[in-house]
């Protein structure tokens, strides 16, 4: 009882910006509250005049070039109508910062979706990560990561079907560190009203969007009473306006667990977080079902959005025509899905899928023998 | 299992000491010989009172009580002289008035006997409600080890073979310093604390640890790459401090990586030491692997004080009061204690017998895919020590 209390003390002054949207939001931008039923993250691009989307196309390093050719080889075959353009965000030092060229931000401006290859980040003093500057240029907040069984590559774990969503923005990795005094360190966690919201939001809307019935939000709020409080109660809140979707909520302790013990029951949920847990769980799906080579992830952002690899450049064996162009290739065909070419999406999927479970013509990490071009040509083949 | 011998090597290299003072194995096993001389030795020591060590019990909510009477029971059974102090704290609403008083009382009997048993106090979601009195409790106690061993128990089938690794989390600072804070409504910031005295002292009980029991390699968890001051110090930490340890392997592993690799390659780990939050995350996923929150025991080590406690700390409060817990984590932590109270013939006993009756599977609880109560399993280990008498 006293929770809801909490939560609608809590609530009552962003009431006002849910009631007067528009009025609110000319001045406080942040706080626009998403009243309306427009939907949030939504694709909102044009065809260009010969009937194709103009994709912007970010290779990246290491095995970035071999794994895109892959995607274009396919995509060619299936005729699908993109067009790609291809895009270098090799950091820049604007004003001491490190900052994406302005031609590429540009192009994803222009383009509103990109499909991106791997980056090289390196750990340690000097850039900020590329990812994490992407994400900030363009304000992506919340990113997707489903987890599909995939049959012909065994795992301990059978039929996952997992979706998690991550907010993106905040949280504990928003960057505010300092030292107090010499050895001992703070770093801020981040959580906000607006931010927590929007991906809340967005979560309902795309547990909607792909027909599953429950939205479970994973917190510490046991420990992290405010931060992650906030985080739960607006889940509560917003879950009101979604009646058709379940809500619940789960310790993070709790679904780290139930995952790792069975994790069928998530089947018909999305799991929507804060960052770290996000970041931290969806890893752990995806080495339930295989690895960071077979799953897809699309960060969303209000206008723009980016869907990646998020593996390694693996920089070892570039050139080699080794690398998996898998997770790659599921992560362009969650961009079809956003942007409404499911029937390509579907083929696609269904090809790809199809040449897994047959297995004659998988890449090294799959225990396969096949080099990247000929597991690429075994979906083409699959295509038809 | 982990000895007693084990913990306490491991637990002096948490104290800054002359390097002299490092070479002495052996000083009397039960004492904590390189705390600072100016204090004795035997203050630091759990207090025997006529021939019984009294030994602080804090059953906690949710599966607790259950739990506790069968470590209770098998001690008995077992003539175990320790004699508990049973303190019956919850966090539960309808105890609450009481609740404070009751953990001061914890704390207070926890310093008088250095070593307790406990389930896990419940802690409220509400905002309004009381914080963790068990993160309390350690911060009090300043029991800054915790030590998790995610093992395979033989005849208790399980998705993964031959994992056997073992995660020193710190239990004092991070993500759990409890600093919180609403700058403006809806904007709130929750204080990670990371120091290098904490960071080092948790790296030294890593790195002891894992030469004592025998183990090969230490690998840092941590998120440096994002998080590059705070977890920059407590990497850049472990790695100054390994340079004393030349015979162990070290490494340093991210945090979602380690996930992935602990559901995939799990038999790859050794030795983990990492922030607070990431030990709660990866002791929740390790006993997944090997079976449930049921079957790990854990403890929680201090320079003065050691209290033990199942490992991945579940309430338990949905099967509460129904005769369905499996008592094997309590059991075995009780177990760890009685080694660590250097009472290794009743605490090999009572592990044996334990791990017996789920080698055998006729008495198993429901976590274990079994049938039987906690009683049932209970009395089973009872038989099974019977037996071997």
Redesign the interface.
């Known amino acids: 009882m006293?929770?809801l209390r909490?939560a609608s003390r809590?609530l009552a002054?962003?009431r006002q910006p849910f009631i007067r949207a528009g009025a609110v939001a000319a001045q406080q931008p942040w706080?626009r509250g998403y009243a309306t039923e427009k939907k949030i993250g939504g694709f909102g691009g044009q065809k260009q005049a010969n009937g194709k989307y103009l994709v912007s196309l970010i290779e990246g390093d290491g095995i970035g070039p071999e794994i895109s050719q892959s995607i274009k080889d396919i995509y060619a075959a299936a005729d699908v109508p993109i067009e790609w353009e291809p895009v270098d965000v090799n950091p820049i030092l604007k004003d001491g910062k490190t900052a994406i060229p302005d031609a590429a931000i540009e192009s994803i401006k222009r383009n509103l979706v990109a499909l991106k290859g791997p980056l090289a980040?390196p750990?340690?003093?000097g850039h900020v990560?590329l990812n994490?500057t992407l994400r900030r240029t363009f304000n992506l907040f919340a990113n997707v990561r489903p987890c599909k069984s995939i049959a012909g590559y065994k795992?301990?774990?059978d039929g996952v079907d997992t979706v998690l969503i991550r907010e993106n923005t905040e949280g504990?990795?928003s960057?505010i560190?300092?030292?107090v005094v010499?050895?001992?360190?703070?770093?801020?966690?981040?959580?906000?009203?607006?931010a927590s919201e929007r991906v809340l939001r967005y979560a309902f809307q795309y547990a909607e969007s792909i027909g599953k019935k429950k939205v479970r939000v994973v917190?510490?709020?046991?420990?992290?009473?405010?931060?992650?409080?906030?985080f739960?109660?607006l889940g509560l809140e917003l879950s009101k306006q979604f009646p058709n979707i379940q809500f619940d909520?789960e310790?993070?302790?709790?679904t780290?667990?139930?995952?790792?013990?069975d994790p069928t029951p998530y089947n018909d949920k999305v799991l929507v977080m804060p960052n770290?847990?996000g970041?931290?769980?969806?890893?752990?799906c995806?080495?339930?079902i295989?690895?960071?080579g077979l799953t897809p992830s699309g960060n969303i952002g209000d206008e723009c959005s980016i869907f990646e690899a998020v593996h390694g450049s693996a920089p070892d064996i570039q050139g080699k025509a080794l690398a998996n162009p898998t997770a790659l290739l599921f992560s362009s065909i969650m961009m079809l899905q956003h942007m409404g070419l499911n029937e390509h999406a579907a083929k696609i999927q269904k090809a790809a899928f199809d040449t897994l479970a047959q297995g004659k013509y998988l890449t090294g990490d799959l225990g396969g023998k096949a080099k990247t071009h000929e597991y690429a040509g075994a979906i083409i083949d699959n295509l038809k | 299992m982990i000895s007693r011998r084990a913990l306490q090597t491991a637990l002096r290299s948490g104290v800054r000491r002359p390097q002299s003072a490092a070479a002495v194995p052996s000083v009397a096993l039960r004492t904590y010989a390189t705390f600072p001389t100016t204090v004795g030795e035997d203050l630091l020591m759990p207090t025997k009172y006529g021939g019984k060590y009294v030994v602080t019990l804090i059953p906690g909510d949710g599966i607790g009580i259950e739990t506790a009477d069968a470590v209770r029971t098998v001690f008995k059974a077992d003539n175990v002289p320790v004699e508990f102090e049973q303190i019956d704290v919850s966090g539960l609403e309808e105890g609450k008035k009481n609740a404070e008083m009751l953990f001061k009382e914890c704390i207070a009997s926890l310093k008088r006997n250095k070593v307790g048993l406990k389930g896990i106090v419940y802690t409220p979601v509400d905002r309004s409600g009381h914080a963790s009195f068990n993160v309390g409790l350690r911060q009090e106690l300043d029991i800054y080890a915790s030590v998790v061993l995610i093992k395979n128990i033989p005849g208790l089938q399980t998705r993964h073979q031959n994992v056997d690794f073992c995660i020193i989390r710190e239990n004092t600072e991070g993500e759990y310093s409890g600093l919180e804070h609403q700058s403006v409504p809806g904007v709130v910031e929750s204080l990670k604390i990371i120091t290098r005295a904490k960071s080092e002292r948790i790296a030294r009980f890593a790195f002891n640890f894992a030469k004592v029991n025998n183990r090969k390699k230490v690998t840092v968890i941590h998120k440096a790459n994002i998080m590059k001051l705070a977890d920059g110090l407590f990497r850049s930490t472990f790695q100054r401090i390994a340079e004393e340890y030349p015979s162990l392997e070290t490494n340093d592993l991210i945090v979602d990586n380690a996930s992935m690799q602990a559901v995939s390659k799990p038999q790859q780990f050794d030795v983990l030491v990492m922030p607070n939050l990431y030990g709660g995350i990866l002791s929740n996923i390790g006993a997944g692997l090997v079976g449930g929150p049921g079957v790990v025991p854990g403890c929680n080590m201090g320079r003065e004080h050691a209290v033990f406690e199942p490992g991945c700390r579940h309430v338990g409060l949905d099967i509460k009061g129904q005769d369905r817990a499996n008592p094997t984590a309590m059991l075995l932590s009780g177990a760890m204690m009685l080694r660590h109270l250097g009472l290794d013939q009743h605490a090999g006993r009572i592990s044996t017998a334990v791990y017996k009756v789920i080698k055998e599977g006729k008495v198993r609880t429901h976590d274990m895919q079994g049938t039987n109560s906690t009683r049932e399993f209970t009395n089973e280990v009872l038989r099974k020590m019977d037996e071997s008498v």
């Open positions: 006293s929770l909490t809590q002054p962003s706080n980040t750990i340690g003093k990560s994490l795992t301990p774990y504990e990795y960057g560190e300092h030292h010499d050895g001992v360190v703070q770093s801020i966690k981040l959580i906000t009203r607006a917190h510490k709020a046991t420990i992290m009473k405010q931060s992650d409080g906030l739960l109660d909520s310790l993070l302790d709790n780290c667990l139930n995952i790792v013990t770290l847990y970041d931290i769980l969806s890893d752990m995806a080495g339930l295989g690895g960071l």
